[in-house]
């Protein structure tokens, strides 16, 4: 089963960009993630689909602040222009042989 | 509008059961695969559970194998989590999750496109 490895957390300042990394496992590379968001008591919120050919597809509603991309093993999430309410947990998630799998969430902290 | 509203959580003892519910609309429900997944508290996601738009095919986490059953009733636009045996480390927020497509054969590839806002599950004497 592939694994996802995200660190533990990030920060960057109001209205400056960060970009979030999730590194699939060895073998398992070529994988399409989504990005969650989840603020502080809410509940999940999808973000996006990214392919390893870093295109992706935002979910309903999805700010164009928010932009994805690829480079071999690892996946990127990208915030730019960053508010207050994206001080937020961040997950990403793929599936493979009917198992879906997190990372353990990046925890963003906006300064 | 996709809205998904979880109910049936509770405090459970240990050996306990429960079952969890979850209305859907704004969708054509029975087209779409469906999942449950949980949060203990102060931990990351785990998936639990997923279902086919039919029914006809149900997949498991191995530590809920034998003791939750998922099911769901599309004349009514409800998903259910039958949990059973409960442990401890059962304790979570049960969330319900729309997939973006149905699983149209044994393999499911689909991703969660939708989320409920859950419902706390406590296991404790």
């Known amino acids: 089963q592939p694994v996802l490895t995200q660190s533990s957390s990030a920060s960057a300042s109001l209205g400056s960009s960060v970009k979030l990394t999730c590194t699939l496992s060895s073998g398992h590379s070529t994988y399409i993630i989504t990005w969650h968001q989840q603020q502080p008591g809410k509940a999940p919120r999808f973000l996006m689909r990214?392919?390893?050919?870093?295109?992706?597809n935002r979910g309903s509603g999805v700010p164009d602040r928010f932009s994805g991309s690829s480079s071999g093993a690892d996946r990127y999430l990208t915030i730019s222009n960053l508010q207050s309410e994206d001080e937020a947990n961040y997950y990403c998630e793929t599936w493979d042989s009917n198992t879906w799998v997190f990372g353990g969430g990046t925890k963003l902290t906006v300064l | 509008e996709v809205q998904l509203l979880e109910s049936g959580g509770g405090l459970v003892q240990p050996g306990g059961s429960l079952r969890l519910s979850c209305a859907a609309s704004g969708f054509t429900f029975t087209t779409y695969a469906m999942s449950w997944v949980r949060q203990a508290p102060g931990k990351g996601l785990e998936w639990v559970s997923s279902?086919?738009?039919?029914?006809?095919?149900?997949y498991y986490t191995d530590s809920v194998k034998g003791r939750f059953t998922i099911s769901r009733d599309n004349s009514k636009n409800t998903l259910y989590l039958q949990v059973g045996s409960l442990r401890a480390e059962d304790t979570a927020v049960y969330y319900c999750?729309?997939?973006?497509?149905?699983?149209?054969?044994?393999?499911?590839?689909?991703?969660?496109?939708?989320w409920g806002q859950g419902t706390l599950v406590t296991v404790s004497s």
């Open positions: 999750a729309k997939h973006d497509r149905d699983c149209s054969s044994a393999t499911c590839q689909a991703y969660f496109d939708y």
């Open positions: 990214l392919e390893g050919s870093g295109s992706y």
């Open positions: 279902i086919s738009g039919r029914g006809d095919y149900t």
